[in-house]
């Protein structure tokens, strides 16, 4: 996880924030999303809706999720997509 695999992060995120230790979850999540996890993007709005996160690192992680989408765009995808593959 600690190497870039987003989906792991965000796992270590979610043992963080069932053990209570929210901003280490905020920490992963925000790290995830910020590779265009989408679930973890939602894990730190809800954070941020119950107060242990941040309006900056909701900010943060919203920004770095947007812009890992647009970097995964391509012609190839948004055909593909079309195409229902």
Partial sequence: ?????????????????????YQLAVQHWVISAKVGYGDSL???KDMFKEGHATKAQY?????GYRDAVEEMKSPQREEAKRLGL
């Fill in 59 to 63: 900010a943060e992680a919203l920004l």
């Fill in 42 to 44: 939602n894990c730190i």
């Fill in 1 to 21: 996880a600690m190497k870039g695999h987003a989906e792991s992060r965000h796992m270590l995120g979610a043992v963080e924030y069932d053990n209570g230790n």
